[in-house]
């Protein structure tokens, strides 16, 4: 619901913050006061049409913030996390309007499109008003209401479930039929290509191998001649030449002829030892490279064919060699897709035939629950109108079929609120037959019946009882009560009948102060409200008469 509203700087208004509550919220006070200007105010923060005379005399900019605090599963914090905008406790919409008539709209500080700011609006305030009326209007809206008034939300939810079944079915059968018929137009080419393929059997990491292969191959000459080298060190041939084994053996010889006791060369001859015992192992490690190395000349040339052959054929097909194996897998699916395509689409086909049965079925039910809840909702709003002044008219819920191409997750239907206000007239349109205050006490009748369903917390209602009185606008006072006991309810009036249904009241008044008009709102205490109503029975002179009319009013009696 609506939790604030702060103006500034807006026509007449230099600075105002009102708070709301839940509850019938009335706003009373005389003709031009600037009611008018609360409404504006409220609407440039929903996102309605911003006008440089909207400023205020003699300022750069005026600014309205409203704030909300809808439920936690209500639509508009869905909205705001769609968009990437933190959900807080309260969503506050926020407009700046420029003298030069620019503007910028901004959601919990944030700066965001106007087109943003009209849709969380819209999910948040509905205004019914004479001559602005907006949600009921919208023929769009018509179909949820009349699911939500008979509590068709499971037959709806699983029509939408059969509807996204049957189009994830259609897509199937475009994938498959679009599969077989690439597939058909490249047959040639996947047969040959996988042929070759076969042929070639490319091995996951098998270039990385062969590469490192061939570089141990084409070092093999240089390679083989440095271990002979290092071998030919530890056991020379010449006899010149000194021999390491040899000489460590003379030395350790040499060591245990020393005089006994000799221990303090023990640790020389255990070194020797280590050492001897390490040469052994190189030799025998470096013969068996010698061997290793031996050149084999047929086997770098087979390296070097497979080698190339695997990049000329990755060249070929425009991929990495080391995808060529899963190349040669998706080939090898699309070709089986080929084969298998007439088997595939024909059980696609099946399937889609099957979803579409399934959604006709689940909108079918909704359908017929449609017509039954619209019957309902006829007779119930035909209780309604004659207390508003409204015994001629007639409400039509019309739950007509949609073309095919419109069928939706919402079902088959289009459904729209008509009425006809004279006997003999055709049902037309609501925002085109009824004239605006019987377009207003239609809203109002609708929301009395529609209350339970509706998404939109908050309504507000400029001047519904224009031109009626007495019971009838004791009615529109009684059922305006009946709607905020679900929803929060804002209503401009003269009415005092009206008025005393209210469980808070503001009092709009102009007034001048140093040469300069200004508009100042009041929220009005018991006694306040007394004579405020007993003005509004009176006129400009209150009398005790008056006033005894206004408790009588406030106490839920009627004139």
Not at 434 to 452: F, Y
Not at 481 to 491: G, I
């Amino acid at each position: 619901m609506l939790t604030s509203l702060a103006i500034r700087d807006v026509v007449l208004i230099e600075r105002l913050d009102l708070g709301f509550g839940p509850g019938l919220t009335v706003l009373t006070g005389e003709t031009g006061a600037g009611k008018s200007i609360l409404l504006d105010s409220l609407g440039l923060a929903l996102g309605a049409r911003a006008e440089s005379g909207l400023v205020r005399s003699g300022q750069a900019q005026a600014s309205v913030a409203a704030a909300f605090a809808p439920a936690d599963q209500h639509p508009a914090r869905s909205l705001l996390v769609e968009q990437g905008i933190e959900a807080e406790d309260e969503i506050v919409l926020r407009r700046i309007v420029t003298a030069d008539g620019r503007s910028r709209a901004f959601v919990n500080d944030q700066p965001v499109g106007l087109a943003l700011l009209r849709r969380l609006g819209a999910l948040l305030v509905e205004v019914q008003g004479q001559h602005d009326q907006v949600g009921l209007t919208d023929s769009t809206n018509h179909a949820g209401l009349l699911d939500a008034s008979g509590g068709l939300e499971k037959l709806r939810a699983a029509t939408g479930t059969a509807h996204k079944a049957w189009r994830e079915a259609e897509r199937a059968l475009a994938e498959a039929r679009e599969r077989i018929a690439a597939a058909q137009r490249d047959e040639d080419f996947l047969r040959h290509a996988v042929s070759e393929l076969e042929s070639l059997a490319p091995v996951e990491g098998e270039e990385d191998d062969l590469a490192a292969e061939r570089q141990r191959l084409q070092q093999g000459e240089r390679r083989g001649e440095a271990i002979a080298e290092a071998l030919a060190s530890l056991q020379p041939r010449d006899r010149r030449s000194a021999n390491p084994a040899n000489a460590l053996r003379g030395a350790s010889r040499a060591l245990e002829r020393l005089p006994a006791p000799n221990t303090d060369a023990e640790p020389a001859l255990e070194a020797i030892g280590r050492a001897l015992d390490a040469l052994g192992e190189a030799e025998t490690a470096l013969e068996r490279l010698v061997q290793d190395a031996a050149p084999d000349p047929r086997r770098l040339e087979q390296v070097e064919e497979r080698l190339f052959a695997l990049r000329a054929a990755a060249r070929k097909h425009l991929v990495p060699v080391v995808e060529l194996p899963s190349l040669l897998a998706s080939l090898k699916d699309r070709l089986a897709a080929l084969d298998a395509g007439t088997g595939q689409v024909a059980e696609a086909e099946a399937r889609l035939a099957a979803a579409r049965t399934a959604y006709l079925a689940a909108s079918g039910r909704l359908t017929e629950a449609r017509r039954e809840a619209a019957a309902k909702l006829e007779k119930a709003l035909g209780r309604e109108l004659p207390p508003l002044k409204l015994d001629r008219a007639r409400l039509v819920v019309d739950v007509a079929a949609k073309p095919e191409a419109a069928w939706g997750a919402d079902g088959v239907d289009r459904v729209t609120f008509l009425v006809s206000t004279n006997p003999g007239q055709a049902p037309g349109a609501l925002d085109k037959v009824a004239s605006g205050g019987e377009l207003s006490r239609l809203m109002l009748a609708l929301k009395v019946v529609l209350a339970r369903g509706s998404p939109v917390p908050t309504l507000v209602f400029d001047e519904v009882d224009s031109g009626v009185g007495g019971a009838t606008a004791a009615a529109v006072g009684e059922r305006l009560l009946r709607v905020a006991e679900r929803l929060q309810v804002l209503v401009v009036t003269h009415s005092p009948q009206v008025a005393a249904r209210g469980s808070r009241h503001l009092s709009v008044a102009k007034s001048v102060r140093a040469g300069r008009a200004e508009t100042r709102v009041t929220p009005l205490d018991a006694a306040q409200r007394r004579e405020e109503i007993a003005r509004m029975l009176a006129g400009e002179h209150v009398t005790e008469a008056a006033r005894m009319a206004a408790d009588s009013l406030l106490a839920g009696g009627l004139l």
